[in-house]
């Protein structure tokens, strides 16, 4: 077993070293050394205090999530080895860097004092994995910082900052200068005046019944069924029994939530989302040693509400940038949009005045496109007209810097005519923000067949940069996202012509979990902009010989529906809030007569979910079959980061695992035999269907 936990005598104090890269995770080697170094330390008559510190980025951010698929917790648990810091004669002091989370901190809370660097954070964001703290966090936390607070860190997952921590007395001391010294030189302290340990477990602790009140309205507010909320229900309800009943017996309670929860389809699916994310950043088979290009300053064409978004993500992520545009009433407008942006922020304390002057200043926006030659990044951002970006992928060949990388950001377009337009192919490929792009995580990374490996790669690490989750995509029409959106889009149309409301397909989905259903966020990203998809590829012969594909979009907008901004599309705006309208119901009626649709009155909320979400879910799996996600994983992280997916249910492809693939292509075949098939809407992917036999 690799020594992954060391000790060193310094005087009167035995050093406690955990080095177990890359984030300290507490596996089970960690927990057996630990352990092992603990007892030997409370033996040795020469050590009068522990310090127990960490080597690397951070202090222990956590238990190793990945035991969790394991039948049982490989011995010792955490529990046990903290009962023995419980029992130990001699003070021990936890020095903490980076972010101590998870079992981190519970080891943290069962040491007797708790001393940090001023940029360290804390947490307990077990809930964010659909699990609880099982390692007496619980129980020990309100012992320290009272109910209130301890139920408002375990119920939200989120970090505090060292001085928070230090306000609420989770810490004893914040300290300066370098952590090992100043900590060594606290713990002698300590082994100087003996003060003996002070155990949390054994504090009286009564909670205060106000704020006992307040987790109990908490709790009941959580009680809605589904959409996520089960494991934030076991954790407040287990914290609610510190106090209440013995330490020992609460902390079983705690345990039997803890296995509760990491059993269900909601832990699992999001440990899946966590992993998933991760992974979506490694690119297979890269060649070894890579040199990865340099980006420090970008360029981008095109200052619409993308580009301006684009241009506020980098801007926020500390590079400068050119936002250049042929029109100058168009760079006011963005100029205008930058300001707007940062001084809402301001105005919601989210950040300073400062700050927003910093990254606004950040952002220069010229006419002359010569100004981007120099960038080492330059994003193509202008619409989706094929000509005019092909125009620009010849001129940025002429103009940008060697070894400068070009992306354009369209959605759906070729990129590889892009490429090849540049004259510069191994330079270029796409990355497909997502609106608002200064807001949403998700960036699909388009590899083009001639881009270079380390310009990939130096676009998946910049994305973590600029806090973008990444997933890669091969070029085809929608790349991942939005192709498999086709389907989901297709089948709530036809659904309309059925007679099915806006509102009620809507609401099924929504209900499933979908941040936003297809109506309203096709009203949201405006009628306009996605009928004009639909009558490029229309004319590009991308689509089926259907006249009732997508005729629904196509309606609205040709009638000038063209969503919130008209004030009207699938529904009425009043303001913002979305209202049924009799005569966009008309128009579905008016459509569903013309094309011959049969008129339902049966439509059920479990059939608008099946015939929008399968769809979806078999075009996620030809996008694997072709190659053009790397892994399933990366199609969830897509969904999860740009869609509104519900990360309770892991994604796409990971709910075909939870539904079972034989109830998808059995509901397909129903759905292909009561509808018929002629366009091959309800044929089943061969990496299905065979998933069936395997
Ligand atoms: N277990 C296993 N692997 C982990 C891990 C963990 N807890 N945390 C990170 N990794 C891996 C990650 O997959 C990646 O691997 C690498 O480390 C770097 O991570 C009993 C039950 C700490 C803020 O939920 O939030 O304790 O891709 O890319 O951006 O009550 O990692 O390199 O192969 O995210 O600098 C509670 C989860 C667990 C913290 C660092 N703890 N981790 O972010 O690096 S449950 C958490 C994070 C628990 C107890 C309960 C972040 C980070 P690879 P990274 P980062």
Known sequence: MAELVTVARKGPVGVVTINNPPVNASSQAVRVQLLALLKELEQDGNVSAVLICCAGRTFMAGADITEFDLPELPAPHPNEIHAFLDSMSKPVVAAMHGTTLGAGLELALSCHYRVAGSGARFGLPEVKLGVIPGAGGTQRLPRLIGLQKAVAMIDSGEMVSAAEALDSGLLDAVLEGDLADAALQYTEKLAGTHPGPRVLAYRPYSADTAQQAAAKELLARLHRPGRGGHARRQAVEATLQAGQIPFDAALEDEG????????????????HAFFAERAAARIPNLPANLTLRTIQTVGIIGSGTMGTGIAMSFANAGFPVVLQDLNEQT??????????????????????????????????????????????????AVFEDFEIKKAIFRRLGEIARPGAILASNTSSLDVNVLAECSGRAGDVLGMHFFSPAHIMRLLEVVRCDTTAPEVLATIMQLAKRINKVAAVSGVCFGFIGNRMLEGYLREAEFLLMEGATPAFIDQSLEEWGLAMGPCRMIDMAGVDVAAKVVIEQRKAGNLPDDDTYRIVVQTLFERGRHGQKTGQGYYRYEGRKPVEDESALEIFRELGQKYGVKQRNDITAQEVVERCLYPLIAEGYRILEEGIAYRAGDIDVVWLHGYGFPAYRGG????????????????????????GNPYGYWDIPQSLAKALTA
């Open 256 to 271: 039997r939530r803890f296995v509760l929860c990491r059993d269900t389809d909601e832990s699992r699916a999001l440990r």
């Open 331 to 380: 760079l006011e407008r963005a100029r205008k949009q930058v300001q707007t942006t940062y001084n809402a922020a301001v105005a919601k304390g989210r950040m300073s005045a400062e700050e927003a002057a910093r990254r606004s200043a950040l952002i220069q926006t010229t006419v002359d496109d010569t100004q981007l030659a120099g960038r080492d990044l330059i994003i193509e």
């Open 652 to 675: 796409p492809m990971f709910h075909a695992q939870t539904v079972g693939e034989h109830k998808i292509v059995a509901a397909m075949e129903r759905f292909a035999a009561e509808r």
